[in-house]
């Protein structure tokens, strides 16, 4: 199956192709120390990479990569997000980090209280 060439615009304008290896490298950093696995890894780089390639677009802004991390390494690693999140968002001060934090805890709440989709009744088991 031949898929098309995927091309990541950096802020200078350079234009190079998407890499999941360099998804997984600057991931890896974030999650340093972190118990997070290596297959976890790859498997957030093809999910940034599903994300990105369903835009449409054959050349994609860095920043959007940047974001298409975000969300699955949210459900990762909270910490390794916030790691993640604190360069990519060029956080300056602690209340940048006192307001994502917040975001987390909504995000957490929100994801709690939804419903399993596949869950049934402890009766009906």
């Known amino acids: 199956m031949e898929t098309a060439v995927l091309s ?12 999941r290896e360099k998804v997984v490298k600057g991931v890896r950093r974030a999650c340093q120390g972190r118990q997070v696995d ?3 890894l790859v498997l957030l780089a093809q999910q940034v990479e599903d994300t990105v390639r ?10 959007e990569v940047g974001l298409a991390i975000l969300g699955p390494l949210r ?6 997000y916030l790691r993640f999140a604190s360069v ?16 987390l805890r909504r ?8 419903p399993a ?9």
């Open 8 to 19: 990541v615009v950096k802020r200078s304008g350079v234009s190079e192709p998407f890499s």
């Open 38 to 40: 290596n297959d976890a």
């Open 54 to 63: 369903a835009s449409g677009s054959a050349e994609i802004p860095s920043n």
């Open 75 to 80: 459900d990762l690693d909270e910490v390794a």
């Open 88 to 103: 990519y968002r060029s956080f300056s001060s602690a209340d940048d980090f006192e307001r994502e934090i917040e975001d």
């Open 107 to 114: 995000h957490r709440a929100e994801h709690d209280a939804a």
């Open 117 to 125: 989709e596949d869950a049934e009744p402890a009766a009906q088991r």
